[in-house]
């Protein structure tokens, strides 16, 4: 999902009245009478829709897209693009400063970074991330949020156009051994979760780490791609996802720090636990060719080829 508070009353501000007072809605991961299960009845008008987000993606039904390209990171690698560090009750989201871009990626033009934020399950049994891949869901999952440029930064007018947000989801694993504090990008952006336990609360964010150094060790240029929607009310199907393919390996310490630190609302209510929508219905899925893999099939067939001719000789 995408976490965009004012997303929600942007969508207000474009449908009547009536739609507002449901839609300035209260919903939430940890209740039962706002879960995902009554996102539907709270927030019908696309939470029940046809295009929904969070899928399970099957890979053998990936069909290749010689369109999906490598996309180009604009601002990734500067050390002063993420901004500051909010607690919004129902995710850690880190803003961006101006300037940040995706491109290319099969996309129809530039799109602006906005943010990201996470999801996650609970402690080290319980994974949380939104999508799954051939039913494995994993320990947490990044959503960047990024939007068309040609819309300024107008939410309302990318809501209006179902390839108007484009979202990079990233899944974070477990790194294996018994590795504590890694990488460092991942410890310095968990060391400040103490400072924002409470609803509302946010920070300032130091310069030093960039948006690179988060994703490191991902081969950017493996991923999915199907068009979906916003996993959060009010669920808007205006979302062109990229899931990539690798995770990001993070020790197991700092994972468990995500559902340890933060709560909902002050430090008497519950912490942010499970804060993942339910597999929606599957949508087709397609994923960049795989280059290398015709070579070997290439390079295969020559060799049979030259096996064949000498045998003869
Ligand atoms: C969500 O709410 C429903 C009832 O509305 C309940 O059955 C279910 O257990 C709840 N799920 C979670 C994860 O709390
Ligand atoms: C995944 O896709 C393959 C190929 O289309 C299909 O045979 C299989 O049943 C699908 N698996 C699931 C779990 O949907
Ligand atoms: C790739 O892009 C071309 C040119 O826009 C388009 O004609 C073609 O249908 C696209 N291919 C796929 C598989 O979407
Ligand atoms: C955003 O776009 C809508 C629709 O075109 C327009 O009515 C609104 O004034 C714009 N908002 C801003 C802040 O420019
Ligand atoms: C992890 O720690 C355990 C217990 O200290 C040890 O037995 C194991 O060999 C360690 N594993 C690695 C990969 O270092
Ligand atoms: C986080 O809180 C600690 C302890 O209160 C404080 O020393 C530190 O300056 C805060 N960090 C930031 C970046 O605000
Ligand atoms: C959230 O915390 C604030 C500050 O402690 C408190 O005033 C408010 O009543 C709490 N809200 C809920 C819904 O518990």
């Known amino acids: 999902m995408i976490f965009l508070v004012a997303l929600v009353l942007t969508a207000c501000a474009l449908t009547s009245r009536v739609d507002c007072a449901t839609e300035g809605i209260v919903w939430c991961y940890h209740l039962p009478t706002c879960n995902d299960t009554k996102w539907a009845t709270i927030a019908p008008k696309y939470c029940g829709g046809s295009r929904q987000s969070p899928i399970n993606i099957n890979t053998t039904a990936a069909k290749e897209d010689v369109n ?106 477990e ?50 791609r199907y068009l979906g929607s916003l996993t959060t009310p009010a669920c808007n199907e205006a979302v062109v996802w990229t899931v990539f393919k690798e995770p990001i390996k993070v020790s197991k310490d700092l994972i468990n720090l995500f559902s340890n630190t933060v709560h909902v609302n002050d430090s008497s209510s519950p912490l942010i636990t499970n804060v993942y929508r339910q597999i929606q219905p599957d949508q087709p899925v397609t994923t960049q060719a795989e280059s290398s893999a015709s070579t070997t099939c290439y390079s295969l067939g020559l060799m049979v080829l030259s096996l064949a001719l000498w045998k003869n000789l």
């Open 68 to 173: 999906l390209t490598e996309f180009t990171f604009t601002d990734f690698s500067s050390t002063t693009a993420q901004k500051t560090l909010e607690n919004t009750g129902k995710t850690v989201k880190v803003t961006f400063a101006s300037g940040v871009q995706i491109s290319g990626g099969g996309l129809s033009e530039a799109y602006d970074s906005l943010q990201f934020h996470l999801h996650w399950g609970n402690g080290p049994s319980i994974p949380g991330s939104e999508h799954t891949v051939d039913g494995k869901r994993y320990p947490m999952e990044m959503h960047f949020v990024n939007l068309k440029s040609s819309y300024n930064g107008n939410l309302s007018q990318a809501l209006g156009d179902s390839t108007g947000l484009a979202a990079l989801g990233f899944f974070i694993e």
């Open 175 to 224: 790194m294996s051994g018994n590795a504590t504090g890694e990488p460092a990008s991942w410890k310095s952006l968990a060391s400040y979760l103490t400072n924002i336990t409470n609803k509302g609360q946010t920070l300032t964010l130091p310069s030093g780490i960039s948006l690179d150094d988060l994703l490191v060790g991902v081969n950017r240029a493996k991923y999915y």
